[in-house]
């Protein structure tokens, strides 16, 4: 049997990718700690785990990356996609003026609309 490089497998250092980013997650989780008053009351349970964006006609899945102490929460693609949101605000992108499907949207209203995907309490 023959090895093949990683890099013939994109989707597989995909995988890897977002499972690392979801052990990290939930690992760190409970030594977070945020001193603001917004972000005091933000923690990995208040955001969810993934958010399912359009943009171009492509769906893309981002993931909770890290919550910053001031309650901003970054979200990135496995293609490296990013946008950041806060537990009152709207969803922003990063890198770029371009506008999808979540940009503008609150946490209430993307899952209302079924693109916010929360971890199981």
């Avoid at 009152?88 to 770029?96: L, R």
Wanted: aromatic letters at 12%.
């Amino acid at each position: 049997m023959t090895h093949m490089p990683s890099k013939l497998y994109p989707r597989a250092k995909a995988f890897r990718l977002i499972g690392w980013a979801a052990f990290a997650s939930l690992s760190l989780s409970p030594f977070m700690s945020l001193p603001s008053s917004e972000a005091a009351e933000a923690s990995f349970i208040d955001f969810p785990f993934m958010v399912n964006c359009e943009l171009n006609g492509v769906d893309r899945a981002y993931y909770l990356a890290r919550i910053d102490t001031d309650g901003v929460a970054l979200y990135i693609s496995p293609d490296n996609k990013a946008g950041t949101i806060t537990i009152e605000g709207t969803a922003k992108p990063i890198g770029g003026a371009w506008s999808g499907s979540c940009s503008g949207k609150t946490l209430e209203e993307l899952k209302s609309a079924g693109q916010a995907f929360y971890l199981q309490r």
